[in-house]
């Protein structure tokens, strides 16, 4: 069974659009925290090294379940994505 990161890169990861939007997030010095909403995952920037991913279910009555989550270094991250891309063809920087 594939580990979080694995599902967040397949499920996110989808179009070189969406690895420029998480690659910029990821890397910008101009946003220190935040959060990247993806089509399921949330990238959750908690300074400029340390980001927690997670699926993020909300449901009709609008209350949201964090079924499970995952700490990683951005060094680690961008690493990470950009292998991801590579495989998918696309243009990594």
Known sequence: ??????KFLNDEI??????NSIYDF?????IRNGEF?????VIK?????NFIIFPENIFP???REIPN?????????ILLIN???????FDTR
């Open 61 to 63: 009555d609008l209350h």
């Open 26 to 30: 990821v890397t910008s010095f101009h």
């Open 14 to 19: 989808s179009s070189q659009e969406f690895y």
């Open 1 to 6: 069974m594939p580990n979080l990161i694995e």
């Open 83 to 89: 292998e991801f891309a590579k495989k998918r063809g």
């Open 69 to 77: 989550c995952t700490s990683v270094f951005s060094q680690n991250l």
């Open 45 to 49: 920037k908690m300074d400029r090294d």
């Open 37 to 41: 909403e993806g089509n399921y995952y």
